[in-house]
């Protein structure tokens, strides 16, 4: 059983040091049968004011499984952060997403051109992904 562990997790993501709530967070979604239980937790993250939680944020809703639904708004707003790194984090996620982030083909649509190769990478394979779903 996970929830003392989670317990504790859920308890580092307050903590001040940025690095303790990155390391909280992906091991929170590590956790099988918890997806409805971290995705607000992690989706709340995709605001924190460090870089490095967002990015993981992010990447850790892959995790999650179909709760991760739920966190398509918050990862939608990250394809306009000012870090190159966050734009390919969620746009990697919505792709995972697939017909859950179809409400994001037009944003991802438009990084195409993103300055960014990472980003314009996660975008191109995030889009082909949600556009295979919608064919099948």
Same mark, same amino acid.
């Given at each position: ?12 993501l307050d903590?001040?040091?940025a690095f303790?709530r990155v390391?909280a967070?992906?091991?929170?979604s ?11 937790v ?7 004011d460090?870089?490095?939680v967002?990015i993981?944020?992010? *990447?850790?809703l892959r995790?999650?499984g179909?709760?991760g639904?739920e966190?398509?708004a918050?990862l939608k ?5 000012t870090?190159?790194r966050?734009?390919?984090a969620?746009?990697?996620?919505l792709?995972?997403?697939? *017909?859950?982030?179809?409400s ?29 779903t919608?064919?099948?």
């Amino acid at each position: 059983d996970a929830s003392p562990a989670a317990k504790g997790l859920l308890k580092l993501l307050d903590d001040p040091s940025a690095f303790a709530r990155v390391n909280a967070a992906a091991a929170l979604s590590t956790f099988e049968g918890h997806g409805e239980a971290i995705t607000p937790v992690l989706t709340s993250l995709l605001s924190d004011d460090d870089v490095n939680v967002r990015i993981t944020a992010a *990447t850790s809703l892959r995790n999650v499984g179909p709760a991760g639904r739920e966190a398509v708004a918050g990862l939608k707003r990250l394809l306009e952060d000012t870090d190159a790194r966050v734009r390919a984090a969620a746009a990697t996620t919505l792709g995972e997403l697939r *017909t859950h982030a179809t409400s994001t083909l037009a944003t991802l649509k438009t990084l195409r051109d993103d300055e960014d190769e990472q980003v314009r990478s996660a975008v191109t394979r995030a889009i082909n992904l949600i556009d295979e779903t919608k064919r099948n």
